[in-house]
């Protein structure tokens, strides 16, 4: 059982570019969400789905965009890469939503914008 | 909006000594989470706490949810070098998004 799965580990982007994260799940969860975590400020809610063709912006959508297709992806896109997004991302998935059951997280993408 | 402060930011101890973090809500809670990151790795999920007042443990690890629903806290007692990590709570309320604190760095002194 994989959980949740991310790609790429690591990415360099040059300032402009665009790119997609990639986000599995295999336990059929109806909740995913998307963080970016930098130092001193926790993790910090991008974007998140309530279930398939449902998204919504969190905390600091700015700059990313997500779709959902599909119960079991939720790839997120960098339109125009900034050295503001310099950070490391993180795809969760639950069960249930808004902290009613427990979140899973994937590896993590550690991405530099240079 | 919902804010969550976490304190301290980082604490280092012998090995053996205890260790508390706190975390603090602006707004009342209706359930707080709790998750464990190694270095390097991802937050891993611990405990959810929902009713006021409520405590539970895990072996070395005691999680309290204040009677208000606005506060919580992680207390480990002797620790030891595999609880190296950072800390972090999440709080929601209820049918808004769930907000992580700013975490609580733990290092362990051998």
């Known amino acids: 059982n994989a959980g949740v799965t991310q790609t790429p580990k690591f990415q360099v982007l040059k300032t402009g570019q665009s790119m997609t994260l990639q986000c599995a799940q295999d336990?059929?969860?109806?909740?995913m969400s998307w963080y970016r975590q930098d130092p001193g400020m926790g993790l910090r809610l991008i974007h998140y789905s309530v279930g398939a063709g449902i998204t919504d912006q969190g905390e600091v959508p700015n700059g990313y965009n997500v779709s959902r297709s599909t119960t079991e992806d939720f790839p997120l896109r960098l339109l125009s890469a900034a050295p503001s997004q310099t950070s490391v991302y993180f795809c969760?998935?639950?069960?249930?939503?808004?902290?009613?059951?427990?979140?899973?997280f994937g590896q993590g993408t550690r991405l530099t914008v240079v | 909006g919902q804010q969550v402060m976490q304190i301290p930011q980082y604490q280092h101890v012998q090995e053996g000594e205890d260790f508390t973090t706190y975390c603090n809500s602006s707004t009342t809670l209706s359930n707080i989470q709790w998750y464990k990151q190694r270095p390097g790795g991802h937050p891993v999920f611990l405990i959810q706490l929902v009713k006021s007042g409520e405590v539970k443990k895990q072996k070395r690890l005691t999680f309290q949810f204040g009677e208000a629903k606005k506060n919580s806290s992680l207390h480990i007692t002797a620790t030891q070098t595999t609880d190296v990590g950072t800390y972090f709570c999440?709080?929601?309320?209820?049918?808004?998004?769930?907000?992580f604190g700013t975490g609580t760095r733990l290092t362990i002194i051998p």
């Open positions: 336990m059929n969860h109806e909740y």
């Open positions: 999440a709080g929601s309320r209820g049918n808004e998004k769930l907000t």
């Open positions: 969760a998935s639950s069960y249930q939503g808004q902290g009613a059951t427990e979140a899973f």
